[in-house]
């Protein structure tokens, strides 16, 4: 692996981990009980990693460059791969770190509930405190998280699965587009044009079908009708079906490029 594959991994990595460790910041406004803040922190967290998937066309696009300009675009497909594999292990990582996660977004909404600063409350990660905070915030996953997965899910089987079709369509949707423009180079340009499509899609079902699920249920944890460790299992659930999404992503994404490419020649 080069340095500029690298680049494109840990950025890819990186992504996929702020979006999984978002839900764990819902935990933490039931348990803090400062709904709108965590919302609030969701929403930032939600934003940055589905607006910063278009941050990755750039260095793809510059991959795929570079690999025709030097002969080796066959290896592009493996290359791919990779970063979606990249995908997958972090969202697999943000899993185990939700019990941290939690513990960090509770302490940062009692922080910025405090100071009212934004810039403040990053700035404190920085500082020896704010590591210490962190130390303290290390804790693995409970095996009883896993036993508990057999009993009552908190959604249904239609949104866990319109969720993993998302994350196949948002961890697919530029790189797919990129690799359809080697695979169609006379419309290059209009194939890698066409992720906008496919992440607006996505984004839309996440919008319109995931996350009002959530806020209805975190309203009903709040009133005392639904249990905080359902709520709990469900983000687990939530999370498991993200992972799920980002391993098919490895089986959808040739047809993904090789379909990508077709509609390129009848826009």
Not at 7 to 34: D, F, H, K, W
Not at 95 to 122: C, D, N, W, Y
Request: glycine share 6%; proline share 3%; charged share 15%.
């Amino acid at each position: 692996m080069d340095s500029q594959l690298f680049v494109i991994c840990l950025l890819t990595a990186a992504i996929n981990l702020i979006g999984t460790l978002a839900y764990a910041a819902r935990i933490a406004g039931v348990r803090t009980r400062r709904i709108a803040m965590s919302f609030a922190l969701f929403n930032i967290l939600v934003l940055v990693s589905r607006t910063s998937n278009s941050f990755l066309g750039p260095f793809l696009a510059k991959r795929i460059e570079v690999r025709i300009s030097e002969g080796g675009g066959e290896a592009l497909l493996f290359d791919f791969h990779l970063v979606l594999a990249s995908a997958s292990l972090a969202v697999l990582i943000g899993i185990l770190l939700v019990p941290t996660g939690q513990r960090l977004f509770a302490k940062a909404i009692g922080h910025f509930q405090e100071h009212r600063s934004t810039t403040r409350m990053l700035l404190r990660t920085a500082t020896p405190a704010g590591l210490h905070t962190l130390r303290e915030a290390l804790t693995p996953p409970s095996p009883k998280v896993l036993k508990e997965l057999v009993k009552e899910r908190g959604v249904g089987w239609g949104v866990l699965l319109a969720n993993c079709l998302a994350q196949v369509l948002i961890t697919v949707g530029v790189v797919a587009s990129l690799y359809a423009g080697y695979l169609n180079p006379e419309f290059r340009v209009t194939a890698s044009q066409l992720s906008a499509v496919v992440n607006g899609f996505a984004t839309i079902l996440l919008f319109a079908l995931i996350d009002p699920q959530l806020s209805v249920m975190t309203d009903d944890v709040v009133e005392g009708r639904v249990s905080e460790a359902l709520f709990r299992r469900t983000i687990v659930w939530i999370s498991l079906s993200r992972l799920a999404g980002t391993l098919l992503a490895q089986l959808l994404f040739l047809p993904s490029a090789q379909a990508i490419a077709w509609v390129a020649n009848y826009v």
